[in-house]
C-alpha cells in the first residue's frame, strides 16, 4: 500500500503524519478515514477549494487536474505548481508527500 506523508501542520497533524492508504482513494478521504481533519467546506465535490494541498513528492503518479479543479486552483490561498485539491487527488502506487497550507478560503467559516 502506498504512503501519505503529511508534513508538520500546526492545528492538524503538529508532529507530520505517516499513513498508509489504498490505491484508488482521493487525499482528502484518506486523510479524513486516518484522522487528519482537512477541511473540505463543498463535501468533496470540487466546488471550493478548503481541501487544497501541496504535494510535495509523487505529484507526478496522481490523476491528471480536470479543468473544474484547475479552475478552483486559481482560488485557493498559496496556490502553487504542485497545488491539489485533495478531493480530486487519487492515491496510486507511489507514495506521496505533501503539505496542507496554513489557510483556506472558507467562507462559511469566516463568516461566523
Do not use: F
Request: net charge negative; with cysteine; glycine share 4%.
Amino acid at each position: 500500500m502506498p504512503k501519505i506523508t503529511v508534513l508538520p501542520h500546526a492545528d492538524l497533524a503538529p508532529e507530520g503524519v505517516t499513513l498508509e492508504v489504498p490505491v484508488g482513494i482521493s487525499v482528502c478521504e484518506a486523510l479524513l478515514k486516518n484522522g487528519v481533519e482537512i477541511e473540505h467546506a463543498c463535501d468533496m465535490s470540487c466546488a471550493c477549494t478548503t481541501c487544497h494541498c501541496i504535494v510535495r513528492k509523487g505529484s507526478h503518479s496522481l490523476n491528471e487536474v480536470e479543468e473544474c479543479e484547475d479552475d478552483l486552483l486559481d482560488r485557493a490561498w498559496g496556490l502553487e505548481a504542485q497545488s491539489r485539491l485533495s478531493c480530486q487527488a487519487i492515491v496510486a502506487h507511489e507514495d506521496l508527500t505533501i503539505e496542507i497550507p496554513k489557510y483556506t478560503v472558507n467562507h462559511a467559516k469566516e463568516n461566523h
